[in-house]
């Protein structure tokens, strides 16, 4: 019986050693062919160490409410940071998936060291290096106290108006810093420009913590940094705007046409006694400018038609002669097709228990487009419209909204803008009754001339004016001839081109 157990022990004890042997033996196996897939992992995404090209922005988490940083804004806004990732992470890794901070809520008065802490929002990337590694933070008590905002003035408004006392929104602001920084401010000072302004002024204006010498306080926290000022500017008594209307007579020469008037500057202040200022009805007219056979652009500077006892508001710096005049400048275009018509105006949005009345009562309107367009054109086709929505009662100078059939062009207006004045229908001031203008006598049309020239191909141009002012240019072709056809006669309504009355074939 002992030789059987003793044989079963040897047994037992050899099968055991071959097991450990070849455990040994499977797990020596499993770790090279772990080493082995790591390696070919990263042979196919190898691990990168490398700097971050962007720089990560600093937050800074405020110390106690009692204390205060000094030279905040000089501190290291950002941070710089070497990173190990595999190389397929690298491809996503930006600024956004990383946060740089410093802590100061532990820190008390005194200058400090802060480490600066980076945190990765990836899992594979690995923050190795900071720069810098740590800011150094200086902290004193914080001191406060409220202030007003004196509003300062810097310039003037335009002559012939005021500005009154500005409005500053908020108030006062608090002032915040280190005990002498916050006990050398004095008062707190917003800067304002109204460059020649006519209207009100309202700017957003950074405001400055200065000392009782006027020099500014810097490690200083204004809460808010800016204020909304508001400056009204009103015109003074016995001063008017006024729009300006070049006057012009005359024709260009044949084939062209006035494509646009513009007159620098638009708009003048006049001053005068109230009866003479009220007498002007929104706009005067320069000296007549002569366009009689013109071929290209006129530009000249012509005085003013100024009412008796007014006179122009000029700047100081400016040309008395200047100051009395404007600069016209007429565009002469060869002629293309376009009509001047004088058109009625229409007003929207006025409500049911108010009144208006507008100088002028018509505007020009210089259009330009196709010829079959132009000769069916009727002043009923055009929409000189006067958005007076929400305006309250007084006198306002708007600038007209023109409607008019697709396909023309709009060159000019005359003037671009008209006074309106809006008052009560109930009570309303007495007013003169305008004089009717009369209507203008019709002339027959005087006899037609021309001259024809006859070569292959024929080609016919033709100025048609009427009393609108239409010039247009028209081509026929027929075969086996061509020439050139100029007419000029004043219709009393478009209509088809007459035939020439005088004619010289050569």
Known sequence: MKGLDIQLSRRINTMSKRILSNLSTVLLALAMAFLVWVAAI????????????????????????????????????????????????????????????????????GLHDVPVQVESLTKQATIIEVVPADVTVQLEPLAAKQLPVTVRIMDSPAQGYFNRLPVSRPISVTVKGSAAAVEAVEHIEARVFLNNSKTEVKQAIPLAPLTAEGNLVKEITLEPAAAEIIVAIEQRFGYKDVSVKAKVVGQP??????????????????????????????????????????????????????????????????????????????????????????????????????????????????????????????????????????LPIGLHRLQPDVIYPDGLDLTSLIPDTVEVTIQSARGAPATATPTPTPAPLITPAPPLSGTTVITPGLIITSTIRTTTTLTSTLEITAPGASGVFTTSALLPAPSPIPTPLKETVK
């Open 42 to 109: 990263r042979e196919e995404d190898p691990i990168l160490t490398k700097n971050l090209q962007s720089t990560i922005p600093l937050k800074i988490v405020a110390p106690a409410e009692d204390l205060f940083i000094v030279g905040q804004d000089t501190l290291v806004t950002g941070v710089q940071i070497k990173v190990r990732a595999p190389k397929s992470v690298w491809q996503t890794l930006t600024v956004a998936r990383f946060v740089a901070r410093i802590d100061l809520s532990a820190y008390q008065i």
């Open 253 to 390: 020469a044949p084939g062209y046409w006035v494509s646009s008037i513009s007159v620098e500057p638009a708009t003048v202040t006049l001053v005068g006694g109230p009866s003479i200022l009220g007498a002007v009805a929104g706009f005067i007219e320069t000296a007549e400018i002569d366009l009689s056979g013109a071929t290209e652009n006129v530009v000249k500077r012509v005085p003013l038609n100024l009412p008796p006892g007014a006179s122009i508001v000029t700047d100081a710096t400016e040309d008395v002669d200047n100051g009395r005049s404007v600069l016209v400048t007429i565009g002469v275009s060869a002629l293309t097709g376009g009509r001047t018509m004088q058109v009625g105006l229409t007003v929207q949005g006025l409500r049911p228990d108010l009144t208006w009345a507008a100088a002028p009562e018509t505007v020009e309107v210089i259009l330009s487009g196709p010829l079959p367009i132009l000769q069916k054109l009727k002043p009923d086709d055009i929409t000189i419209l006067l958005d007076v929505f929400d």
